[in-house]
């Protein structure tokens, strides 16, 4: 059976449309992923529910995080360091584009 059939494989992945980027899909991910890891849904890449307390704590944290700085900023060494991040992630996904 090949990955694209089963949809398990990397190749199923690639043919999937990816929802557009705003912050409220981006939080609405992380919730998603909290509620997989707090057993509440099925995890939709293996079917299964699970509970794994310690990965449903982190995407809390991250989404508290995320609360957090929004209300309060960042700073400038975060800013600093999420630009260069970004600066670094963007060249590289550029030059992996390019040879393919």
Same mark, same amino acid.
């Given at each position: 059976?090949?990955?694209?059939?089963?949809?398990?494989?990397?190749?199923?992945?690639? !043919?999937?449309?990816?929802?557009? $980027?705003?912050? #409220?899909?981006?939080?609405?991910?992380? @919730?998603?992923?909290?509620?997989?890891? /707090?057993?509440?849904?099925? !995890?939709?890449?293996?079917?299964? $529910?699970?509970? #794994?307390?310690?990965?449903?704590?982190? @995407?809390?944290?991250?989404?508290?995080? /995320?609360?957090?700085?929004?209300?309060?900023?960042?700073?400038?060494?975060?800013?600093?360091?999420?630009?260069?991040?970004?600066?670094?992630?963007?060249?590289?996904?550029?030059?992996?584009?390019?040879?393919?």
């Amino acid at each position: 059976m090949s990955d694209k059939k089963c949809g398990c494989g990397s190749e199923y992945a690639k !043919d999937m449309p990816l929802p557009e $980027v705003t912050f #409220s899909t981006f939080i609405m991910s992380l @919730s998603s992923s909290a509620m997989v890891h /707090l057993g509440e849904i099925a !995890d939709p890449s293996t079917g299964k $529910v699970q509970y #794994s307390p310690m990965l449903a704590k982190h @995407s809390i944290d991250v989404l508290a995080l /995320l609360k957090d700085k929004i209300q309060n900023g960042m700073t400038a060494d975060e800013e600093r360091l999420l630009c260069d991040l970004l600066c670094n992630l963007r060249m590289k996904y550029v030059q992996k584009t390019k040879r393919s």
